[in-house]
Nanobody, 122 residues
Framework: QVQLVESGGGLVQPGGSLRLSCAAS????????MGWYRQAPGKQRELVAT???????TYADSVKGRFTISRDNAKNTVDLQMNSLKAEDTAVYYC????????????????WGQGTQVTVSS
C-alpha cells in the first residue's frame, strides 16, 4: 500500500522558518509530479508548490521568493523550505504525489498525505 508521510510542521513566529518533509513508501514503479498544498480554516485547499521528476517547479504567487520546493528521486521524498513566514501562511499542509503503481498497464494514482499543521503566530 502506497503512503505519503509528512513531518516538520509546528508553531513558529512571524519571520521564522520551517521545513516540511514528505516520504513516499510502499510498492510502486515511479513518481511523477510531487507537490505541497495547504488548507486554512474556512478556505479551500490551494496549491503551494509543485515539482516534476525533472525538477521543474511552480509556486503560488503568495509564496514566491519565500518558499522552496525540492525532491530526492532516489529517496522518494519532497521537501518544502518555508522562510519569512507570515500569519497568513497558517494552514494544514498536505503532501501530494502522482504515483505509477504499475508499469504495464500504466496505472497512476494521485496520493495525499495526512496533513501537518503549520501555525505562524507571535
Amino acid at each position: 500500500q502506497v503512503q505519503l508521510v509528512e513531518s516538520g510542521g509546528g508553531l513558529v513566529q512571524p519571520g521564522g522558518s520551517l521545513r516540511l518533509s514528505c516520504a513516499a513508501s510502499g510498492r510502486f514503479f515511479s513518481i511523477s509530479d510531487m507537490g505541497w498544498y495547504r488548507q486554512a480554516p474556512g478556505k479551500q485547499r490551494e496549491l503551494v508548490a509543485t515539482i516534476t521528476s525533472g525538477f521543474s517547479t511552480t509556486y503560488a504567487d503568495s509564496v514566491k521568493g519565500r518558499f522552496t520546493i525540492s525532491r530526492d528521486n532516489a529517496k522518494n521524498t519532497v521537501d518544502l523550505q518555508m522562510n519569512s513566514l507570515k500569519a497568513e501562511d497558517t494552514a494544514v499542509y498536505y503532501c501530494n504525489a502522482h504515483i505509477r503503481v504499475s508499469r504495464w498497464p500504466p496505472t497512476e494514482y494521485n496520493y495525499w498525505g495526512q496533513g501537518t499543521q503549520v501555525t505562524v503566530s507571535s
